[in-house]
């Protein structure tokens, strides 16, 4: 794989993580008619499976508009042309900074400000 497939891999897990999750939930969900005790959990089940589902929809809706903000070139970039990911703070007194998608370099803040 090139680099840019392992970005979007790398920006999709979020959203394919939670889809699995989903998929594991419908599929471990009790059957509702062997007792009536189980009833609430099983309609639980159901909910957090909605739950996650709509969760990955939305990870995967905001991944999408990354790269597609990547691709028109709107979004914050490294110099190898990746996407840069969240910011995340810098530790003893350091600059915050964020992560290249594509190459793993660190950029600092500094740098795309």
Known sequence: MDRWTVMA???FMPSICFGLLALLLVFMAPDQTIN???RPFAEMYLWLSLGAMLAALGFGIFSAYSLWRWQRGEALMCNC???L???RPGIRG???YRT???CGR???SK???
Do not use: F
């Open 36 to 38: 009536p005790l189980i």
């Open 111 to 113: 740098d795309y400000n």
């Open 85 to 87: 990911g969240r910011e």
């Open 106 to 108: 660190h950029v600092s």
């Open 9 to 11: 891999l790398k920006i």
């Open 81 to 83: 042309g990746g996407l």
């Open 94 to 96: 350091r600059t915050d």
């Open 100 to 102: 290249c998608l594509a």
